[in-house]
């Protein structure tokens, strides 16, 4: 992999990116433009990568860097990619090692801008974008938040969590690249759900699950990718907010339930991935319940709402897409799909994703296995990350809406 790193000081984010790419046991060359060493010096990219670097072209001329380090590389990104950088490789320049490597290079390239929101928002860059995209790079679009200084705004570079998703996402399906370039969702809203609802007993305790909220994230930030306008409804989700979406956290069912029904007012596609609870206490003390002698704790449960069954009955757009998931553990007696196909029915979506559960499956995890099915179809399992399964999960909506909206 290249690691570009241009002249911003959001530099020295690119160091934890850095780390996080080489534990995956990627061979990563970083090529930090002059102005980036400014920000971070060669000693500190040397150290971390365990590789020489340089950025021009005349350094170890023998070998032709300019030329192989495009030609070899799996994925070449760009974190921070400043405006001056756009500019630069969206003319073809080849001023210096990166823009070289850049104009060489035949793998998927992404780009992680940050600036100043004047610098983002202005035409000039949003036209250098528009057409590194057409040409078909991958351009994440900055977080909002606090910039250099007292400034806050759009231009933030997401963080280094969020970019090695999205890279490892790249390498492991090239396809993805080219959905993400062609902004494929593009004009769609969508509204997701992530993580694991809490009913709480007293102030103290509650009853819960153990969804980490990992698929809904990787949900959110591929739809975010691909163009979609995103909302994303987190119920105890203890991670950093993927860019560009709006967030609205969640505590119990009632709360998911309430969230998701306006957010599905205006959405086009609906994606579940939540785990809420299906009971809640009948009443909450508003005091610590306090052990007394040696009895136990009865509780009065009740159901929850139902919160995928009442956003299908409350649809008013046919074309709406709904997409639930379904946790299962099969029986002997039950399979999975058998399981799923019984929830499908009883639920009315569009399309359910199924997974097995249990110890040490799925929750917390950053792979899966699933199945999605309809009420016509079930497609073979797919196993992955979670970023790659998001991706197959979002192809199969988009084509239930576009075969609605015809």
């Known amino acids: 992999m290249v690691l570009g790193v241009a002249g911003g000081v959001a530099a020295y984010k690119a160091c934890e990116l850095l780390r996080r790419l080489l534990a995956d046991g990627h061979e990563v060359q970083v090529i930090p433009t002059e102005a980036a060493l400014n920000f971070v010096g060669a000693a ?3 150290a971390l990568s365990g590789r020489p670097v340089h950025t021009d072209v005349f350094t170890g001329a023998y070998e032709v860097p300019h030329v192989a380090i495009g030609r070899q590389a799996d994925l070449v990104l760009v974190a921070p990619a400043t405006a001056d950088l756009l500019a630069r490789a969206a003319t073809g320049r080849a001023d ?3 823009t070289n490597v850049l104009l060489t ?3 998927p390239v992404l780009y992680a801008p940050a600036m100043h929101t004047e610098m983002w928002l202005n035409p000039a860059t949003q036209a250098n974008v528009d057409t590194l995209r057409a040409r078909g790079a991958v351009v994440v679009d900055p977080a909002s938040g606090r910039l250099t200084g007292a400034d806050s705004g759009p231009g933030r570079l997401p963080e280094a969590i969020e970019l090695h998703a999205v890279a490892a996402s790249v390498l492991a399906d090239r396809g993805i690249a080219g959905r993400a370039a062609a902004r494929d969702l593009a004009g769609l809203r969508v509204a997701v759900s992530a993580g694991g609802t809490r009913e709480h007993l007293d102030p103290v305790r509650f009853l819960g699950n153990s969804s980490s909220g990992l698929m809904g994230w990787a949900l959110a930030r591929a739809a975010a990718l691909r163009g979609a306008a995103v909302t994303l409804v987190a119920a105890n989700v203890s991670l950093p907010a993927p860019a560009d979406l709006d967030l609205i956290p969640v505590t119990s069912t009632a709360d998911l339930a309430a969230a998701m029904t306006t957010a599905a007012q205006e959405a086009d596609i609906v994606v579940m991935a939540a785990a809420p609870a299906d ?7 508003d005091t610590k319940l306090k052990k007394t002698g040696d009895a136990g704790l009865e509780l009065d449960l009740v159901q929850t709402t139902d919160v995928l069954a009442s956003l299908v009955r ?10 639930g998931f379904a946790a299962e553990t099969p029986t002997p007696d039950h399979g999975l799909l058998e399981l799923g196909r019984a929830k499908l029915a009883r639920k009315g979506c569009d399309l359910l994703v199924l997974n097995e559960v249990g110890r040490d499956k799925v929750f917390g995890r950053s792979t899966s296995e699933i199945v999605i099915i309809s009420a016509e179809t079930a497609r073979p399992p797919l196993a992955g990350s979670k970023d790659e399964l998001a991706h197959r999960i979002w192809d199969e909506a988009r084509a239930v809406r576009a075969a609605k909206v015809e």
């Open 279 to 285: 009971y809640t206490p009948a009443s909450a003390s």
């Open 105 to 107: 290079a035949t793998c």
């Open 314 to 323: 409350g649809r008013t757009d046919p074309r709406q897409v709904l997409v």
């Open 44 to 46: 500190t990219w040397e």
């Open 96 to 98: 210096d090692l990166l």
